[in-house]
């Protein structure tokens, strides 16, 4: 593989290049006419415009980058995350092509790409799913022996529901015959239809990942877990690895079963096996990513291993060069995604130009980014501007460290999540491990930022009022020198 068309843009783009360059490996990048200036275009050796800004005119345009690469006798295309890489399609048309897919076949695509068909195809490989039952039931004898078997507390949900009508979590056994009742009662009343069925309630459940690498020579492995509960809108903000709470034993168990899941769907290259984490421990199958993940760093700053390496390196036929013996955990690593966007309102896009972009340096500090200062932030895309990883010997100095880092950043211009991010690292439910997916509901409001902003400024005025004073009040001899 000499040459590599990325089909992507901004920091991820960027970041498969650097990796390729290391390789000895050429690179095509593509671009749309809001990208023109971007970073990913100038590193590339190649460069080719393919439309305008809207992704569904240039980025989405598989069978245009497809001519592309071929135009370039480019050998093999990057899909990187989001537009095209969970296209089982274009992964199809690419290889038809007789160019090769960085990343999984496309039955794998397919299968994953559909929570009901993931689970079936999982099904016979002895994977953990939430317990429950997935037919109506209205008798509430049969509900009360559904419930013993799968432990409390449960969920009971309205077969035809929705909005939270006909959803009744239950704690104990003694209140199933009065919470059935209630959730009949309204699901009737709001959809004309009684029915309702039983699941295990996770109720504080924490995202727990797993990275895999699976070659094609039937070897795969997993390389370890990433903890991303710190969400908002159900988008991943914040994450690390390993997980402050996993143990060996359950370490190990969910590794095996990521590993399962990957043979599940014949697998190929680098892929996340998703989980839901309960107060107990016990995890559970939520789907599995049939690609590079933004939060892949955290997990090569622990293993020291480069997964885009090994992604092209599995596409090229080569077999894992290690074995699961072979991988460790080393240190902590953190990530924060720094999105344009107002943590002070929501969480809302920020457009605007980057006046001001400084991006900290230092020892264990990584910024992936794709931008530069003076460029615009585009409408068109996911706002993300950059991923800050910090790396510690522990997970207490991988958090002061990205505490620094945070404070180091400069970016004026536009609103970011970088403040969202120091509030996070700074909260005791944090620092301590003690979060789940709920962090943002629970313990995040714009008035704590707005009082910190505040608290600084007043700080920053007394020190200048102080420094004015001590000037004021220096005797100043006056030179007798001419």
């Known amino acids: 593989m000499k040459k590599i068309l990325v089909a992507n843009r901004g920091e991820i783009a960027f970041r498969v290049m650097q990796t390729a360059k290391k390789m000895g490996i050429k690179t095509v990048a593509v671009y749309s006419e809001a990208d023109r200036n971007s970073p990913h275009v100038s590193f590339a050796d190649e460069a080719v415009c393919i439309g305008p800004a809207p992704s569904n005119q240039s980025y989405l345009l598989g069978d245009k980058i497809i ?24 992964s199809e048309k690419v290889a038809a092509s007789g160019i090769t897919f ?31 039952i997935d037919k109506a039931v209205t008798d509430v004898a049969f509900a009360e022996e559904v419930a013993k078997k799968i432990g409390y507390p449960i969920l009971i949900k309205a077969s ?3 909005g939270g009508k006909g959803m009744r979590i ?20 709001a959809f004309g239809d009684g029915s309702v069925f039983i699941e295990k309630y996770v109720g504080s459940p ?12 039937g070897n795969v492995v997993h390389l370890f877990e990433r903890e991303c509960s710190v969400q908002r809108r159900h988008q991943k903000v914040v994450e690390e690895a390993p997980s402050s709470v996993l143990t060996e034993e ?9 590993i399962r899941v990957a043979k599940s769907c014949d697998y190929l290259g680098a892929g996340t096996v998703e989980f839901l984490l309960d107060e107990q421990k016990n995890f559970y199958f939520l789907e ?6 933004v939060e892949h760093p955290v997990t090569e700053m622990i293993t020291g291993i480069d997964l885009v390496e090994q992604q092209i390196k599995i596409a090229r036929g080569e077999q894992l060069s290690f074995s699961q013996e072979d991988l460790q955990i080393k240190g902590h690593a953190l990530e924060l995604r720094v999105y344009a966007e107002d943590p002070l309102a929501d969480f809302i896009p920020s457009i605007g130009t980057l006046e001001v972009y400084r991006s900290p340096v230092g020892k264990n500090i990584r910024v992936d980014d794709g931008f530069e200062e003076g460029m615009e932030i585009p409408i068109y895309y996911d706002p993300m501007i950059s991923k800050l990883i910090t790396y510690g010997n522990s997970r207490e100095e991988a958090i002061n460290l990205m505490k620094q880092a945070i404070s180091k950043y400069q970016i004026k211009g536009i609103e970011t999540t970088l403040s969202f991010g120091q509030f996070v690292c700074e909260h005791e439910a944090f620092t301590s491990g003690n979060f789940d997916t709920h962090f943002v509901k629970k313990y995040y409001s714009p008035e704590i930022i707005e009082a910190t902003y505040k608290k600084e400024a007043n700080i920053a005025a007394k020190v200048a009022l102080q420094q004015y004073l001590k000037e004021k009040q220096t005797l100043k001899v006056p030179s007798s020198e001419f």
């Open 250 to 258: 359950i370490r190990a168990k969910m590794g095996e079963a990521a």
């Open 102 to 132: 960085i990343g999984p076949k496309s039955k794998a695509i397919k299968v994953m790409g559909s929570k009901l068909a993931a689970k079936e195809a999982v099904k016979a490989y002895d994977i953990p799913m939430v317990p429950g």
């Open 160 to 162: 035809a529901g929705g």
């Open 67 to 90: 001519a592309v690469a071929k135009s370039l006798s480019v050998d093999g295309i990057h899909p990187g995350y989001g537009f095209l890489s969970e296209n089982a399609d274009f």
């Open 170 to 189: 239950v704690e104990k056994e003694e209140d199933i015959k009065e919470q059935m009742e209630r959730a009949i009662s309204e699901a009737v009343s």
């Open 288 to 293: 599995m990513n049939t690609r590079l993940q």
């Open 206 to 217: 924490r995202h727990i990942e797993i990275q895999v690498l699976a070659d094609s020579h």
